[in-house]
């Protein structure tokens, strides 16, 4: 979020000047000033599937070499395709 003020502060705008992205989906994001793009993680599945392991280990189980689990680009205002006004 320190960047986007940071923008602001060297007179850039985003997304004109800069994309910017981030990364979790905080609550709130879509209702800033310019609505940041960011990636969404599942949270839950990501606790669920840390739990499992943790049990594999305890029963001696080999533990898994990749956990591979569905992130999602949610688009809005800060970012715009290259050449493209923002």
Known sequence: ??????LTEAGLHCPRD?????????PML???ATPLTTIRT???EIGAESAR????????????????????LIVR??????GQPG
Request: hydrophobic share 50%.
């Open 1 to 6: 979020l320190g960047v986007l003020d940071a």
């Open 18 to 26: 800069l994309s910017v992205i981030g990364f979790n989906d905080m």
């Open 30 to 32: 879509d209702r800033m």
């Open 42 to 44: 599942p949270q839950h």
């Open 53 to 72: 392991l943790m049990l594999r280990i305890l029963d001696g189980l080999p533990e898994p070499l990749h956990i591979r689990l569905p992130c999602r």
């Open 77 to 82: 205002a800060s970012t715009a395709a290259v």
